[in-house]
């Protein structure tokens, strides 16, 4: 038996999204008190650990994503007394609070940028900045140092006229990315995670980690948007496992969240012998419904490529000593009933096939807020309800390139990272419980139904499935420590099916992600453990998932 796989297997990780969990000050805004004061709905869903989305200082551009100062807390969200006081009755109700930590970049607020646009040398050399030809200008600054877009739209450099250089910025012209290449900055960043575990913090997840090593030579890309050059770039490895000794964290629960990722990087960052984070995000299975790759353009989903896309990722992570973190869902993503299921004819169904399918996977399961209640995309009808920097640039890129306004809602409505940062509905009165004063987002007008009071009444809610699932895998060691081997032969059919074995116990589990009746696999002998429908049945009914056990 290996003691770390038994120990982050059999942990069960919920994210918040601090803006939208439970505003505590009526100015419609979650906040860490707001957090504090629902710690024993966590404890009641029996969740381990708390993934917190940044509170620190910011000018919010990218909701806390454009740090300004790594450690203090953002005034909006409280003071370090409300997040110690938050820590502190965490870990008394046996929950572990892990911090998000955005290291590829930070704001252009942050005193280091502040500096470098003054003009001091020592400031200059912490960020991606290139000289611009001799004679540039604002008007006319001439071409940036390379054709690499940003991942919110647009070339990925800014033009500073006061230095007549150009800054990289992969992601808002605001969050300025970091140079890992000097010492000094991997310094300040170590010195980072000392003092949050100064505060007796002992878990942390790294911010889109594996961009931050950037090639020695900027070139164009001509095959892509520059991602190839930059993600799983040639110093990772070694600033990573820097990073964890100095920062000293080796062996504390902690997560990567790797963009545009291979499955061979991930073996890398999570196989314990290379000291570097227990477990990797990646996205790939998250793209299954990209027309050719593209976040922007609609297909349905397809499921042979999601069955083998979990085939590869939970059968080869295994076989090369690595950790899959396992998810449907977190602030970036649409609501994942109303993506990979049908929220309107099998709402219940659809909701909790798909945290079957993952927590019984190998691997650790995240749950995002609202996700345990079946929480579904937004009902916006105009533009003017979002608020994410990404949805807002994206509803003007699509008219550029030539959709009409009605086509270009219809995609963002589909794709807004907004879809999944609604407020957390609480109950059924006004705001959801969620705030005294006016949301800084516009809840689902589902809420009166669908929502933690009433989930809670229910023996048979969405809720209710969560904590089973969560109650299982702290019971059954085949699913904290089995190996996994996905059922072959299944091309052109809506099923996914895997194995899970330890010894002598056998656990199938079977999905159907689709509307229609098909045929079960055999499970001759085996007893329910958990699934979706009462009834037994050879068919497997809409959206079902069931999981049997042979001991
Ligand atoms: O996300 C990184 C990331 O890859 C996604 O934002 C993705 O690029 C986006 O959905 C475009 O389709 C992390 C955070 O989770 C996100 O909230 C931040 O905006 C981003 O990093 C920058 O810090």
């Given at each position: 038996m290996n003691p770390r796989t038994q120990e982050l297997g059999s942990k069960v990780i919920y994210q918040i999204y601090i803006k939208s969990y439970q505003d505590s000050d009526g100015d419609g805004m979650g906040d860490l008190r707001g957090i504090t004061s629902r710690l024993d709905y966590l404890a009641d869903l029996g969740v381990d650990c708390v993934w917190i989305t940044p509170f620190f200082p910011s000018p919010q551009n990218d909701n806390g994503y454009d740090v300004s100062d790594y450690c203090a807390i953002e005034p909006l969200y409280g003071t370090m007394d409300d997040f110690e006081e938050l820590a502190r009755e965490a870990r008394a109700r046996g929950i572990e609070v892990m911090l998000d930590m955005v290291f590829n970049h930070t704001s252009t607020e942050h005193e280091w940028f502040k500096k470098a646009l003054s003009g001091d040398p020592k400031y200059l050399a912490y960020y991606k900045f290139v000289d611009a030809a001799?004679?540039?200008?604002?008007?006319d600054p001439g071409k940036p140092p390379t054709n690499w877009e940003s991942k919110f739209g647009g070339n990925a450099w800014e033009y500073v006229p006061s230095l007549n250089k150009w800054y990289l910025h992969l992601f808002d012209v605001t969050q300025a990315d970091l140079d890992w290449d000097n010492p000094e900055v991997r310094e300040e960043l170590a010195n980072v995670l000392r003092f949050w575990r100064g505060k007796g913090v002992n878990c942390f997840r790294f911010d889109v980690v594996n961009l931050i090593s950037k090639p020695n030579v900027l070139e164009d890309d001509f095959e892509g948007d520059g991602r190839r050059f930059y993600s799983d770039g040639p110093h990772i490895h070694e600033y990573l496992q820097e990073l964890v000794r100095l920062g000293g964290i080796d062996g504390l629960m902690t997560v990567g969240e790797m963009s545009s990722t291979s499955l061979q990087s991930c073996i890398g960052y999570s196989n314990p012998s290379n000291h570097e984070l227990s477990m990797c995000f990646n996205f790939h299975h998250l793209k299954v419904d990209y027309d050719h790759g593209d976040k922007w353009a609609l297909k349905d989903p397809d499921i042979d490529e999601l069955r083998e896309l979990f085939r590869s990722w939970q059968e080869e992570m295994a076989a090369g000593g690595g950790w899959n973190a396992l998810f449907?869902?977190?602030?970036?993503?649409?609501?994942p009933n109303s993506r990979f299921g049908d929220t309107e004819r099998f709402w219940y169904e659809s909701s909790t096939l798909l945290p079957t399918a993952t927590h019984l996977m190998r691997g650790t399961p995240y749950i995002y807020q609202g996700e345990e209640l079946g929480q579904t995309i937004t009902d916006f009808t105009s533009i003017d309800q979002y608020r994410d920097v990404e949805s807002i640039n994206y509803y003007r890129i699509l008219q550029d390139r030539g959709c009409t306004p009605e086509e270009a809602f219809h995609i963002v409505h589909a794709r807004s990272r907004d879809d999944g940062r609604t407020p957390m509905a609480w109950n059924d009165s006004p705001n959801a419980g969620f705030t005294t004063g006016t949301p800084w987002l516009a809840l689902v007008g589902n809420y009166p139904t669908v929502n933690a009071q009433a989930e809670m009444a229910d023996p048979h809610s969405v809720r209710a499935y969560f904590k089973r699932l969560i109650a299982l895998r702290k019971a059954e060691p085949v699913i904290q420590e089995g190996d996994v081997r996905f059922v072959e032969g299944l091309e052109g059919s809506p099923i996914i099916a895997f194995w899970r074995t330890l010894g002598k116990t056998r656990l199938l589990v079977q999905c159907n992600f689709s509307g229609e009746e098909v045929g079960a696999l055999d499970a001759e002998g085996s007893e329910l453990?958990?699934?979706?429908?009462d009834e037994p049945s050879d068919m497997l009914r809409p959206y079902e998932a069931r999981a049997t056990i042979w001991r």
């Open positions: 001799p004679g540039a200008t604002a008007d449907w869902s977190n602030h970036d993503q649409p609501r453990l958990i699934g979706n429908y």
